[in-house]
């Protein structure tokens, strides 16, 4: 007890401490998934051959896509996972404009067995900023 008395300011920050490194596992968020950078998203797509899944509107997507990007908007695609359901052992990454909605995006791939999910972290707009290409619809 005396220990403990002693040495309280000690024992609160080891504590303190430890809540903080665990804290994340709580966050809300993009769940176990990947945050990538534009630069980093791109070395996935070109070094693992990474589905690109654009989880924006109709509008969006026709304004500007990722080249090659598999459109299926954040409402529908806990209806059409049948689709990518081949690429479920391999990589994707998941595109929004903001990087926003690829946090459920995520959270539902994860949900269903997905096992290498990443988003794009800064979503389009990162990507825009990097000077990376798009394509139009």
């Known amino acids: 007890m005396e220990f403990i008395q002693n040495n309280a300011l000690l024992i609160g920050l080891a504590l303190g401490s430890g809540l903080m490194l665990i804290l994340p596992s709580f966050k ?9 950078s534009a630069n980093e998203a791109v070395a996935l797509i070109n ?32 209806q059409r996972l049948a689709e990518i359901k081949k690429f479920q052992n391999k990589p994707l990454l998941l595109v929004c404009q903001t990087g926003a909605r690829t946090a459920k995006a995520c959270n539902i791939l994860l949900k ?3 096992k290498q999910v990443s988003s794009l972290r800064g979503g389009l707009n990162a990507w825009l900023e990097a000077k990376l290409p798009t394509v139009k619809a």
């Open 47 to 78: 070094r693992q051959h990474a589905l690109v899944i654009d989880v924006r509107d109709e509008t969006e997507f026709a304004g500007g896509h990722i080249v090659d990007a598999k459109h299926i908007p954040l409402a529908e695609l806990p």
């Open 28 to 36: 809300g968020g993009a769940g176990n998934a990947s945050q990538l």
């Open 112 to 114: 269903a067995e997905f």
